[in-house]
């Protein structure tokens, strides 16, 4: 915890402190909202849900966890694919899980921290696991704790799938055709975001480019690892979902 010492020595909270599983029990629909943007991002840019390196049928009953699955776009978007697969979600917060009742029965959600112990019942069941833009959660580096529980959920032979994004690699460009273009406002944006995810937040992304090894290190077989950049047409769209996030912060010498 990021702490600083009051003058009457009292021990009060650093103004970035960020902790993420307050941050994502606070979110509300807008965040929801956002993500099922950002779900739209991720396709466009990967071309598939699941990779098709991952050797499951269509036709079989497999069954797929999502974690961190927040309000289920990368879940109702796989079952149209898989119409036989079953699939969990899990998510710190229920807050944007879809209701049951509008759901296919072969879906269902559950509260859970991927910290903790893995229920008893998901234990050595799913054919493949998934896990996307999780990061915010993964302070210090220490991603081992997330990486154990999720092999633990796995049949033998089963796949991880991980898509994450390098938000340490975020920039504010200006388009090549039109280099007069001001982005102060966004470049000042930037900069506050990557002092805040560095100094208070314990976020760095040394985790993710050494996340291979440390699954070989597990005895897993590296299958694809790949790194796109983000493609020129979806600058906007990007730009939004940033804004989005940042809107209404405190964000010092800034105006949004
Ligand atoms: C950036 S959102 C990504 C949501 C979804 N995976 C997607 O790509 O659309 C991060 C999600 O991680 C969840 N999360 C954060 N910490 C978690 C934890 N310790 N255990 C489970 N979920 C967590 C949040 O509640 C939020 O839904």
């Not at 979110?27 to 779900?39: G, V």
């Not at 036709?59 to 119409?83: S, T």
Request: charged content about 20%.
């Amino acid at each position: 915890m990021a702490t600083s010492n009051g003058a009457n020595g009292e021990s009060k909270p650093d103004a970035l402190e960020f902790r993420p599983s307050k941050f994502w029990k606070e979110q509300d629909f807008q965040s929801s909202a956002r993500l099922h943007m950002q779900h739209w991002i991720w396709l466009y840019t990967l071309g598939y849900n699941l990779d098709p390196k991952i050797d499951v049928s269509k036709d079989d009953p497999i069954r797929i966890a999502d974690i961190a699955c927040c309000n289920g776009a990368w879940i109702l978007d796989v079952h149209q694919e898989y119409p036989n697969a079953t699939i969990n979600g899990f998510d710190l917060t229920p807050a944007h899980f879809p209701a049951a009742g509008w759901l296919s029965p072969d879906i269902s959600f559950h509260a859970w921290d991927v910290f903790t112990e893995v229920p008893d019942q998901y234990v050595g069941v799913f054919d493949v696991v998934h896990v996307r833009a999780l990061s915010s959660a993964i302070l210090d580096n220490k991603v081992e704790p997330v990486l154990d529980n999720l092999l633990k959920m796995l049949k033998p032979g089963g796949y991880i799938q991980w898509d994450e994004g390098d938000s340490s690699a975020t920039r504010a460009d200006v388009p090549s055709n039109n280099p007069k273009l001001q982005s102060v406002a966004t470049t000042a944006l930037v900069h506050f975001f990557h002092r805040s995810q560095q100094a208070a937040a314990h976020m760095s992304p040394e985790w993710l480019y050494t996340l291979p090894k440390t699954l070989q290190s597990r005895g897993c077989e590296v299958l694809i690892e790949q790194w796109l950049p983000a493609k020129g047409e979806l600058q906007r769209a990007w730009c939004d979902n940033f804004l989005t996030v940042w809107h209404g912060e405190d964000v010092e010498g800034v105006v949004l």
